[in-house]
């Protein structure tokens, strides 16, 4: 069935826009309470408050993501390995300093080695490693010794691992090796792996020792 406007053409009503709305001459016009007029201003202002609900959601959606990934790339450690080396001078002790984290970091040491320039070259001497805020003989001493090689299997070349937590070197210590007693004009290299982490990942948690 179909219907026909009743009345001349020419009294069809047009609103805002050009959106055409039915009048008293169409058949079935009757209002209904919960539908409101359609007219352009009011679709255009419906579009564009939906357009800004969107953008704002979408802030909030990208705040977080960023905040997700600023959180991952505090908690995730880096990598990394240092080396030291030096030429041993009669009676002077060898200082090979191995590094310092960077400010709003600490390194857990995972391994270290020290010797000569490579495995079948001897190395005569004893060592001592320290984590020290001085990276010198000054900062040495038993108060700050971390490890140590004074015995047959642990003389040079010599390599070890360490534990988590078992080695930790804040943002302003140094962790260096010494060299006592060794050959006079013998290149001597030493070398730390470790993991550096953000302070802010640990929550301050930065001291093992009591």
Do not use: C
Request: zero cysteines; glycine letters at 10%; hydrophobic letters at 40%.
């Amino acid at each position: 069935m179909s219907h026909q406007l009743q009345g001349d053409p020419g009294e069809i009503t047009w609103h805002e826009g050009n959106v055409w709305s039915p009048d008293a001459n169409t058949p079935n016009a009757v209002p209904r309470p919960d539908q409101e007029p359609v007219s352009g201003i009011n679709l255009l202002g419906k579009i564009s408050l939906q357009i800004g609900k969107a953008q704002e959601e979408l802030a909030r959606t990208n705040e977080r993501v960023g905040q997700l990934a600023r959180a991952i790339e505090r908690n995730t450690p880096v990598f990394g390995q240092n080396v030291a080396a030096g030429v041993a001078v009669t009676s002077t002790n060898l200082v090979l300093n191995l590094g310092t984290p960077d400010s709003g970091t600490f390194w857990e040491i995972n391994s270290f080695a020290i010797g000569g320039t490579e495995v079948d070259v001897t190395a005569a001497g004893k060592w001592g490693l320290y984590i020290s805020s001085v990276a010198s003989t000054a900062g040495a001493g038993l108060s700050n010794l971390a490890d140590l090689g004074v015995v047959a299997s642990t003389l040079m070349p010599y390599a070890t691992n360490y534990s988590s937590g078992q080695l930790i070197v804040h943002e302003n210590e140094s962790v260096f090796a010494i060299v006592f007693g060794g050959t006079n004009a013998q290149q001597y290299v030493a070398n730390v792996q470790f993991r550096s982490y953000n302070v802010i990942a640990s929550q301050g948690q930065v001291g093992y020792a009591i």
